[in-house]
């Protein structure tokens, strides 16, 4: 009943993988399960791989992605194939803290971001003050003045706390590195540092007046300064997240036996009558069933003119009700509104990796041995070329220094996190960092025609008759027939017929015929509504119908043929209206280069007119809804990068085939599962936004990993050949991940 196996086995004998290899054989599925760990002690890109490395060489995981700006992993395996508590004590083995992630805690998260900044902030003011005087005596010691300061004990006692206790961080960072396999930016910094104080404080028992205490305490002040301001701007990153926490209502007035009751949100149950005033969050989704109002959704969906609202209407949580009070029924509540299903698919989106991060990852993991090698080739070539020990040794630390590969870490991750924040709050969501790379890349994008060019509300424009007909017998006839249809147009008719004739009894038998219209026997009589080739199948001649066809194909607007007992006896036209920003949106999309296509099962000449109106060149007529993924597939096999654009439950197929999906949000759920981009809105000018938040977003990515690039390629050899100073080497390195997280803060201000 609780469809779970529970399994005793020998370890030795038989594994995680086989157990789930037999489940699957017999026909059988193990679910894969998504765990999140906070992860603690992570420095750099070198660390944030290694974690990723262990995890996913943990038996029964399919895959860990671990992502340094937000330090955090998550893992993905077959339900119930690993335990927590190894996945914990995986991480820990490698040397950091993990702690399982709960529900969300916003709480929780702030207090450790501020603890860490508090932490690194005082660090910094000590090792600043005890710093101050060490790189002030250099100067006394280049004018060969002599005092207090140029002492060799004198500094030793600055320089020690600085060293040992403040730079603690670094060696310990150093050892968890080392110890669990890797080698990461704690390691360069704490030989880089070691290596200029244990030479100094050897020349201070031997009597050599050649300390280069300044240059270690100065480069880990520097450190710290620039890992303060790293923890300050990453924080900044995740704003997007905390302001849609923030939008959701604390609590709910809910009426409970007649009485109006405030109680916790968490505490709402589904079927609750919930009360809303005017100026108030709405706590939770759900229907209106007394009452109407105008409500602002702008939070949600991006759009800032409030929406009427009346009984029946559906409103979503954390929006906020402007004018009218009402009472509504709590329909969706805790995880499955709305606000948390945008609130989870952003949180995976940022902690996604987008392709282009593949590369700094392969460098990150062999960058440090290598740097290590290069500063111990600077300091052999200058101590054995040029019998310089000195030269040697801090040209090497400033190698070391220079080298750490931080900012390569960082370039993706920030980016991707503010790109999606961004989205959001304009109501798109981005499943993932992948999805952006390539929607970047998109040559070609696919339009379905009826909800998405259009409003999907079709109306009925012309009824004409044949053989004597009454053209009310002939609306009341088709309003009968399509009362029990599901399809847009089929509604069209049956509000037409409410409107003039008021009641619409249902018909006896009926049969939808897929891509063609319907069938059905109503007071004895054979029906037939459809297209002509559904006429013509059923043996009926369409010769005298077709100049009236044609005309009204040419306005766009699609003609129902109207069959009964073999004869035709009348064509109801349906037009559905063009949403208002269409057309300037698929000129847009012209303008960036993009190739524009048209998608629908309306006959060509209907399909032309449509598109002529909203100035699209490529149409692709009477597709049958389970051959849209097959066209969009041919397109792709032209060799283009394909986006579609729909918001129906027969688009998800060709959603999901394409190489990246746009669902309509104002569509159906299913269309917004198989999208990768889901727009909150049914405004096509969404679609324009979306693309330009990925170029820019790319754009963004691409500059960050040319400065991470920039800073070591110029940095390392300039360091190696003796032009530069540790200490400038300390503050390179320290504002190289400044300036990239920096740079992508600049994509909040997107518009």
Not at 38 to 59: D, F, H, P
Not at 587 to 602: A, C, H, P, Q, S
């Amino acid at each position: 009943m609780a469809q779970k196996a529970t399994i005793e086995f020998d370890s030795d004998k038989i594994d995680i993988d086989r157990l789930i290899n037999t489940i699957e054989k017999t026909g059988y599925e193990v679910p894969l399960v998504k765990k999140t760990l906070l992860i603690e002690g992570m420095t750099c890109a070198a660390c944030s791989s290694r974690v990723e490395k262990v995890l996913n060489k943990l038996e029964g995981v399919v895959k860990a992605n671990v992502n340094l700006s937000t330090n955090k992993a998550v893992v993905e395996f077959p339900s119930g194939a690993v335990e927590d508590e190894i996945l914990i004590e995986t991480v820990e083995k490698a040397g950091y803290k993990a702690e399982l992630e709960r529900e969300r805690d916003m709480d929780r998260e702030k207090e450790l971001r501020e603890r860490e900044v508090k932490s690194l902030k005082t660090s910094f003011i000590v090792s600043a003050i005890l710093s101050l005087p060490l790189f002030s005596a250099m100067f006394f010691h280049m004018a060969g003045k002599e005092n207090i300061l140029t002492n060799g004990y004198f500094q030793l006692l600055l320089a020690t706390p600085v060293q040992f206790i403040i730079g603690y961080r670094f060696y310990k960072g150093a050892f968890n590195s080392l110890r669990g396999g890797g080698a990461n930016m704690d390691v360069l910094v704490a030989m880089g540092t070691s290596a200029a104080y244990f030479y100094s404080l050897y020349n201070v028992i031997v009597g050599v007046h050649e300390y280069y205490f300044e240059a270690s305490a100065v480069i880990i002040t520097l450190i710290l300064l620039g890992k303060t301001f790293e923890a300050v701007a990453k924080g900044k990153t995740s704003e997007a997240i905390k302001k849609l926490m923030g939008l959701q209502p604390k609590t709910a007035r809910v009426i409970k036996d007649g009485i109006e009751k405030d109680i916790p949100i968490e505490k709402v149950n589904i079927g609750d009558i919930i009360v809303v005033r005017p100026g108030e969050r709405i706590p939770v989704d759900g229907i209106i069933i007394e009452g109407h109002s105008s409500i602002d959704e702008s939070m949600i969906t991006g759009e800032s003119i409030p929406v009427d609202k009346v009984i029946g209407d559906q409103v979503i949580g954390a929006t906020i009700n402007k004018f009218g009070s009402f009472k509504f029924e709590a329909k969706k509540i805790g995880k499955d509104t709305v606000l948390s299903q945008i609130i989870k698919l952003v949180e995976d989106a940022q902690g996604s990796k987008a392709p282009v991060q593949r590369l700094a990852d392969k460098i990150s993991g062999i960058f440090v041995p290598i740097v290590v090698a290069i500063a111990a080739i600077t300091f052999l070539g200058f101590y054995l070329i040029q019998g310089n020990f000195n030269t040697g040794l801090i040209n090497a630390v400033a190698v070391l220094v220079i080298a750490c590969p931080c900012a390569l870490g960082l370039a993706t991750p920030t980016a991707i996190m503010v790109g999606t924040g961004k989205g959001a709050e304009n109501g798109i969501l981005i499943k993932s960092g992948e999805h952006l790379e390539r929607t970047h890349k998109m040559e070609t994008i696919v339009f379905d025609k009826t909800g998405t060019i259009t409003k999907g509300e079709p109306e009925v424009t012309d009824i004409v008759t044949y053989n004597s007909m009454d053209r009310d017998e002939l609306l009341r006839i088709a309003a009968t027939v399509e009362k029990s249809s599901e399809h847009p147009l089929g509604q069209a008719i049956v509000k037409k017929g409410e409107e003039e004739l008021l009641e619409i009894i249902q018909p006896e038998t009926f049969m939808a015929i897929p891509g063609k219209g319907l069938k059905a026997i109503l007071e004895g009589k054979e029906i037939y509504i459809g297209n002509r080739k559904l006429m013509i199948e059923s043996g009926m001649d369409i010769e005298g119908v077709e100049g009236e066809l044609s005309r009204l194909e040419e306005e766009g607007k699609t003609a129902m043929i109207v069959g009964i007992d073999g004869n035709i006896s009348g064509i109801i036209a349906v037009a559905d209206q063009i949403k208002e920003n269409s057309k300037k949106a698929i000129e847009e999309l012209k303008n960036m280069g993009l190739e524009v296509y048209m998608i629908t099962g309306d006959n060509e000449r209907t399909a032309k007119a449509i598109a002529k109106r909203v100035g699209i060149d490529n149409v692709l007529a009477e597709v049958l809804p389970e051959n849209k993924a097959e066209v969009v597939e041919d397109i792709r096999g032209k060799g283009k990068h394909v986006g579609m654009v729909g918001d129906g439950i027969n688009d998800a197929p060709a959603l999901a085939a394409a190489d990246v999906g746009f669902a309509i949000g104002t569509g159906t759920d299913v269309a917004m599962e198989a999208a990768d981009i889901t727009l909150m809105r049914g405004d096509l000018m969404g679609i324009v936004t979306a693309i330009r938040l990925s170029h820019r977003t790319m754009r963004t990515i691409k500059q960050n990993l040319f400065w991470a690039f920039f800073y070591n390629s110029i940095g390392i050899p300039f360091a190696a050949l003796g032009f530069l100073n540790p200490m400038i080497a300390g503050a390179a390195m320290a504002f190289s991940s400044v300036s990239v997280v920096t740079n992508s803060l600049r994509l909040r201000n997107f518009k």
